[in-house]
């Protein structure tokens, strides 16, 4: 699997940008995604998480109420739809999928880097204050 993330860019404080990742493959659907991002100077962080179902989603707290995350599985495509964006938010944004599709699970799951078997490139997201 080959995931693209695009959308980045340069935003102002309170502004939005949509980011999407595509994937290869046929079985994108079978498949849970995440979102995380690493700003410099620190490790990557767990952003937001949707089910292989898709039934349910997973954010972090530091972007719950701004940051929306969805899939198409007709597109192979998961996209991060985040809304009042905050000089915090300011860092490359990575894509990640999980084939394992477990089941009985919660944010703590999704939250860890080490459930991922596939990352994108990272999409660089600039945020002026």
């Known amino acids: 699997v080959q995931l693209q993330a695009s959308g980045g860019g340069l935003v102002q404080a309170e502004g939005s940008l949509r980011l999407s990742c595509a994937a290869s493959?046929?079985?994108?659907?079978?498949?849970?995604m995440g979102w995380f991002r690493q700003a410099p100077g620190k490790e990557r962080e767990f952003v937001a998480a949707i089910t292989w179902i898709g039934a349910t989603s997973y954010y972090a707290d530091s972007v719950k109420g701004r940051f929306t995350i969805s899939r198409d599985n007709a597109k192979n495509t998961v996209y991060l739809q985040m809304n009042s964006l905050k000089p915090e938010d300011m860092a490359i944004y990575y894509c990640?999928?999980?084939?394992?599709?477990?089941?009985?699970?919660?944010?703590?799951?999704?939250?860890?880097?080490?459930?991922?078997?596939?990352w994108g490139q990272g999409t660089q997201v600039t945020v002026s204050s």
């Open positions: 990640a999928a999980d084939e394992s599709r477990p089941l009985y699970v919660g944010v703590g799951y999704y939250r860890r880097l080490s459930e991922y078997d596939y």
């Open positions: 493959g046929r079985t994108f659907s079978s498949y849970a």
